[in-house]
């Protein structure tokens, strides 16, 4: 997993699962097939939202009706880096990404697959709630989710995709950075990616 994928991930873990295993090839626009991403030169920021919006657009309508949060998600990151302060060089990409995006093709979600490793991440999820309603604080609650360590950074990022509110994906973060160096250590490359 490339820092452009933890991103799409981050963001909307079914539309990540489309860029797994395929290659990245340097081109004037971002274009999305089933085995490659083409990329132009520009700011990482960028390329992660403009590759968001691409692989929404070859979704068919059930699809994209299915991943309308996920949109909005990928409009609040664009939304925050255009409130950073790397909006003067992202503005000509976010602003108008028709200009920077060329149509690929009409790819599909395996959703039988997205649901397997769901089921496979759900106990986790379920222990953290628990301990959410048990510990009296925060700090107690990261004492004591050690056992995420066990998990693939992969199925950290799916992990805090099925969490259902702001609150609780926060606290799985933290988690996550706490007690899983793995996971850690992606999101490090992720930040760094940001700078260029």
């Known amino acids: 997993m490339d820092e452009l994928e933890f991103c799409i991930k981050s963001l ?6 489309l860029l797994e295993g395929s290659k990245r090839r340097h081109g004037e626009f971002v274009r999305v097939t089933r085995n490659c991403v083409t990329l132009p030169g520009a700011p990482f920021a960028a390329l992660c939202y403009l590759t968001g919006i691409a692989l929404y657009d070859s979704l068919d309508l059930v699809d994209k009706k299915r991943l309308q949060n996920d ?3 990928i409009e609040r990151f664009r939304m925050k880096m255009l409130g950073s302060k790397l909006r003067d060089v992202l503005r000509h990409y976010m602003e108008s990404p028709g200009l920077h995006i060329s149509p690929g093709e009409r790819l599909a979600i395996d959703w039988l697959e997205f649901e397997a490793r769901r089921k496979k991440v759900e106990p986790y999820l379920e222990r953290i ?3 959410e309603k048990t510990t009296g604080s925060r700090d107690a609650l990261l004492k004591k989710t050690g056992f995420l360590g066990e998990l693939s950074p992969d199925q950290g990022l799916l992990l805090v995709y099925i969490a259902e509110d702001e ?3 926060g ?6 950075g706490k007690n899983n160096p793995r996971f850690r250590e992606e ?3 992720y930040f760094k990616a940001f700078q260029g």
Do not use: F, W
């Open 12 to 17: 909307s873990y079914p539309l990540g699962m």
């Open 71 to 73: 949109y909005r998600a």
């Open 171 to 176: 606290l799985i973060n933290a988690a996550l």
């Open 129 to 131: 709630v628990a301990l």
């Open 187 to 189: 999101v490090i490359r």
């Open 167 to 169: 609150k609780l994906r």
